[in-house]
């Protein structure tokens, strides 16, 4: 059985789903385990009550390799998820993971990705811009800002009328969607 660790700062959807997921079949894989940097993230909440561990830890701990690699080897982890995790991951775990670290981008990278391009200041600026298309990327996890290579991307229509948040609306059906599903397949 092969044992994701899911990082996410936030409200959590991404990691539920994926919870829910790899909970709902014998797909060979499991969430063993979700690790914020935010005390009062609500992906804390939507984890415990899907029966996954959750841990805070301080920016400060998850760079430290001193902890971080003993806390995921003594969780057999396999595949590390970013699904809405703020912070840069330290050059010691990519290390360590080796194409075994995946991070979800809600634009189709390279555009709209970088330092402070995150959820909604993603979709403001793709609705600004005046896009007629945008999407997702899976891609790893590099030391340089969403540059990673990518994996997937999916896209969808922006049209005239659109808003930030019915942008960010597909985009979450467009990661629901696929990204578990891609997950998956990297496992196996």
């Known amino acids: ?3 994701i660790a899911i990082f996410a700062s936030g409200n959590g959807s ?3 789903n994926i919870i829910r997921y790899f909970q709902a079949d014998s797909r060979g894989a499991e969430v ?3 690790i914020t940097n935010k005390a009062d993230a609500p992906v804390i909440g939507r984890a415990e009550r899907l029966g ?5 830890l301080p920016g400060a701990d998850i760079r430290n390799p001193d902890i971080m690699l003993p806390l995921l080897a003594g969780r057999r982890i396999d595949l590390i998820v970013l699904a809405g995790f703020l912070l840069m991951i330290p050059s010691f775990l990519i290390a360590a993971y080796p194409g075994g670290i995946v991070n979800i981008h809600p634009s189709l990278l390279p555009k709209y990705g970088g330092k402070g391009m995150y959820g909604r200041h993603v979709h ?3 609705v ?3 896009e007629k298309e945008t999407g997702i990327t899976v891609h790893y996890v590099s030391e340089k800002c969403d540059e990673g290579e990518p994996i997937f991307q999916a896209s ?3 049209v005239p009328t659109d808003t930030p948040a019915d942008v960010e609306a597909k985009i979450h059906q467009l990661e629901k969607e696929h ?3 891609i997950i998956e397949g990297l496992l196996s």
Do not use: D, L, Q, S
Request: no cysteine; proline share 4%; hydrophobic share 60%.
């Open 14 to 16: 991404n990691a539920e």
């Open 1 to 3: 059985m092969k044992r």
């Open 32 to 34: 063993a385990v979700v």
């Open 156 to 158: 969808i229509e922006v």
């Open 128 to 130: 600004a811009a005046g």
């Open 52 to 56: 996954v561990e959750a841990i805070v």
């Open 179 to 181: 990204f578990p599903r």
């Open 124 to 126: 403001e600026a793709v």
